[in-house]
């Protein structure tokens, strides 16, 4: 399985009233219901594939070291290319797909509203999160709805 995955708004909820916190290496915590719903969907053959746009910021080992700060183990992660054309998510997430064959069940998990406007086959695996709130339970469900629905057309 591959997950597209954003951090901030789906895994730190962005609350302009507020500072989030930071843990000791110096990147946000990030909330506990996303932790556990993100948890709830990896397994040990899952890749997440970053397109934060902190994305950059740090190497795979490093992004690695975050995510097990927070009480998540990815075996599997990747980058997004740097965004030097300046492209909208929806844009990155396009030629990202352009470029690589998927043979796996995947999910976008984003709350950048640019994605409303993907294309029919990537956008029916889009769970879109509310900025403030980040990644829940009920969106658990709707990702395991959609991997479901996949699965019944994969070919094995």
Known sequence: MLISLDIDGVMVPAKSWSKPELLMDGFPAF????????????????????????????SVEEWKSIFRNRSIDIEYLKCLPENINNLSRKDEIISWFNVTVIHDLFLILDDDK???????????????????????????????????????????
């Open 114 to 156: 640019s994605l409303n406007d993907l294309p029919g086959f990537l956008k029916e695996n889009l769970i879109q999160t509310s900025p403030y709130i980040g990644l829940t339970e009920e969106q658990l469900e709707l990702a395991r709805t959609i991997l479901n629905k996949q699965s019944r057309y994969t070919v094995m």
């Open 31 to 58: 909330s506990a219901k996303a932790t556990h719903v993100l948890n709830n969907l990896i397994s040990r053959d899952c890749t997440i594939i970053l397109t934060t746009s902190h994305k950059s910021n740090y």
